[in-house]
Nanobody
């Protein structure tokens, strides 16, 4: 059983920064991609960022490009989301997800495991 546990969320003022972490445990595939998604109140879950197995390919939704950075530590089985210049519209529950394929995906349905989420609140 694969488990994902997010941490690092919290309350921050607009313009501030947060670093989310996601720890992976259990029997994972030999190579897997990771992603971050978010869901704001009353909205659908949306893609934020994804990274491939080797860390050589990353993709971001347009609204966070240049402000957020996804990275991973394969040895520690962890993925991170550095969020800078945060805006009130970034307020959401952030979820990490694992895909049992080495390549990236922007589609939530292509991920096999999900964490419980961590709340990020950005005040204006």
């Amino acid at each position: 059983q694969v488990q994902l546990v997010e941490s690092g969320g919290g309350l921050v003022q607009a313009g501030g920064s947060l670093r989310l972490s996601c720890a992976v445990s259990g029997r994972t595939a030999s190579a897997y991609a990771m992603g971050w998604f978010r869901q704001a109140p009353g909205k659908e879950r949306e893609f934020v960022a994804t990274i491939n197995w080797s860390g050589t390919a990353t993709y971001y939704t347009a609204s966070v490009k240049g402000r957020f950075t996804i990275s991973r530590d394969i040895a520690k089985k962890a993925v991170f989301l550095q969020m800078n210049s945060l805006k009130p519209e970034d307020t959401a529950v952030y979820y990490c997800a694992l895909r049992r394929e080495s390549g990236t995906s922007r589609t939530a349905g292509e991920y096999d495991y999900w964490g419980q989420g961590t709340q990020v609140t950005v005040s204006s």
